[in-house]
Each structure stands twice: as C-alpha cells, then as structure tokens.
T-cell receptor
C-alpha cells in the first residue's frame, strides 16, 4: 500500500462546477496535510495546508480532513480553465519534516 | 512564505560530467530539501540539506553521486556527479517557512546526452 494515494485521473470538470480531489494516507501518525498545484513545466505551488479535522476554506478552495478515515480532500468551487493542472497531495509524519507526495491527480476544466 | 530561486534553470550536459545547481532563499530557513521529478511522475526526495552538518540522504541516493552543501541558512547547492542519461530530470529545491509549509524553487531541467 502506498503511503499517500490519489486517483491519477484525468478528472474532467465543466467550467463553473465543483472539482473534488481526494487523497488517502496510510500512516496514522501523519499530522500535516498539504495540497500543491503544479502546472505543466512548472514547480509545485502550495495552495492549501490543513492540520486539524474539518474544513478549511480559502477563496474558492476548501480542504477537508478526516483523520479517523485517513483522507483529505480538496474542493474547488466555480472551477476555471486556469485551474487545469496536476494537484499533488502531501503529508508530513509527526516528528518528521519530510513531505511524502501522492502521485497527483490531473484536473482538466472544460470551458 | 519563501521565495526561492535556482540556477541554472536548464542545462544540457555530456555523460560523465558534473553539474552544480544553486538554490537561494530570500529569508533564513532551518530546513532545505532537494527533490527529483521525472517527466509525468511525482516528486522524489533526494536529501535534506542540513546547515552546519552533512546532508541526510534518502534510500537510493548517495553522497558520492549527489554531494550537497549548505554553507548558511539561505543557500544550498546540489551537484549531480558523473552524469548518465538516467540523471535527466527536473531537480527542485525547497525550504520550510512558517509552521511546516514547504515552498519550491522553479526547478532545474537537466538533460544528459
């Protein structure tokens, strides 16, 4: 079992709809959770961090964390073509500063 | 957040040579990391660059192949030694700012011929 798993996609969503990206992790002592956006040919860009159970909202983005079920998700409301990218889920284990990345989900917003 | 720059942005190198990649952060940071990303793949951590001590390497990466320097809290270098075509990849440095948020430089695209 991979430490961090994501559906590789591609995920296609109509413009203006909600895009839902999911991530599961295997290590129960994971404590910090991140979503990165990576455009083709560019480096990863941090868009959300979440540390406690529940929802965290930032503009059109909402991160959701459920530690009991070991999953973290990212919702993108009012999806725009500029949201088309690969989204990487990453976790940090308690006592360890190293990020463990999922394989990423490729999201395409269809105009 | 942290603003990170890398040099060079890309290079084409011959087999058997070495390339040193520089990473500069706009503020002092305690932890810096080096990653490799193959086309279409996720990121693989090469090593943690420790200030004042030797880098900590991940399984499958060794100091002789990827020597790392960290002379101060804003700068690090990664050398890819005795290169082969299999070393063709994007090399990324990152740094932690804030609680444990990690920010990435723009990357160095290396092609080995």
């Amino acid at each position: 079992q991979k430490e961090v798993e994501q559906n590789s996609g591609p995920l296609s969503v109509p413009e203006g709809a909600i895009a839902s990206l999911n991530c599961t992790y295997s290590d129960r002592v994971s404590q910090s959770f991140f979503w990165y956006r990576q455009y083709s040919g560019k480096s990863p860009e941090l868009i959300m961090s979440i540390y406690s159970n529940g929802d965290k909202e930032d503009g059109r983005f909402t991160a959701q964390l459920n530690k009991a079920s070991q999953y973290v998700s990212l919702l993108i409301r009012d999806s725009q073509p500029s949201d088309s990218a690969t989204y990487l889920c990453a976790v940090i284990r308690f006592g360890n500063e190293k990020l463990t990345f999922g394989t990423g989900t490729r999201l395409t917003i269809i105009p | 957040s942290a603003v990170i720059s890398q040099k060079p942005s890309r290079d084409i190198c011959q087999r058997g040579t070495s390339l040193t990649i520089q990473c500069q952060v706009d503020s002092q940071v305690t932890m810096m990391f080096w990653y490799r990303q193959q086309p279409g793949q996720s990121l693989t951590l090469i090593a943690t660059a420790n200030q004042g001590s030797e880098a900590t390497y991940e399984s499958g990466f060794v100091i002789d192949k990827f020597p790392i320097s960290r002379p101060n809290l804003t700068f690090s270098t990664l050398t890819v030694s005795n290169m082969s075509p299999e070393d063709s990849s994007i090399y990324l440095c990152s740094a932690i700012a804030g609680v444990d948020e990690q920010y990435f430089g723009p990357g160095t695209r290396l092609t080995v011929t």
